[in-house]
């Protein structure tokens, strides 16, 4: 196991449920269930992120993309949402040859309901925005939450997460 990292919060309201039930875009246009889009036996990591080719959210997506393997070795889904348009996601896959789906929430319908659109200050300047957070979830179950998240280390934490839980 790895060097020991930030811990989950054990005390989210969405620890113990099941993901909800609602209709997604993916970067392609196409709708789909979020359920018919995840692992429904295995691992799922589900990330909010606040906005495509941003610093923060490029290099946690660069980080997911350089453990894919890790992930896809332990049959781990993974899938990224941020509610940019499907042609901002298309671009920033293609930029950063992502090779997992990102959904594009931009009615915030998934934020909310996860609880990731929330007010944030910057600057002084309140304003509601997406706290980068992770949910892992064993099937539709979600059972380890990181929020908010801080970027470094985050992916190896997921990582050890799950080798914890398996």
């Given at each position: 196991m790895a060097t020991k990292r930030k811990t989950h919060d054990d005390s989210h309201a969405w620890l113990g449920k099941k993901i909800p039930a609602l209709k997604v875009t993916?970067?392609?246009?196409?709708?789909?269930?979020?359920k018919s889009i995840l692992n429904?036996?295995?691992?799922?990591?589900?990330?909010f992120y606040p906005r495509d080719n941003t610093p923060g959210c490029t290099q946690e997506a660069k980080d997911f993309q350089k453990s894919l393997r890790k992930f896809s070795n332990r049959a781990i889904t993974i899938v990224g949402v941020?509610?940019?348009?499907?042609t901002s996601h298309v671009k920033f896959i293609k930029k950063l040859g992502l090779k997992f789906s990102l959904i594009a929430d931009e009615d915030k319908a998934l934020c909310e309901k996860m609880g990731?659109?929330?007010?944030?200050?910057f600057m002084g300047r309140e304003f509601m925005?997406?706290?980068r957070s992770t949910f892992l979830c064993k099937g539709h179950k979600?059972?380890?939450v990181w929020q908010p998240?801080?970027?470094?280390?985050?992916?190896l934490n997921v990582l050890?997460?799950?080798e914890e839980l398996s």
């Open positions: 993916l970067q392609n246009g196409e709708t789909s269930a979020l429904e036996d295995g691992w799922n990591v589900l990330y941020s509610p940019d348009s499907p990731t659109w929330q007010k944030k200050k925005g997406v706290v979600v059972v380890r998240v801080k970027v470094k280390d985050h992916v050890d997460s799950v």
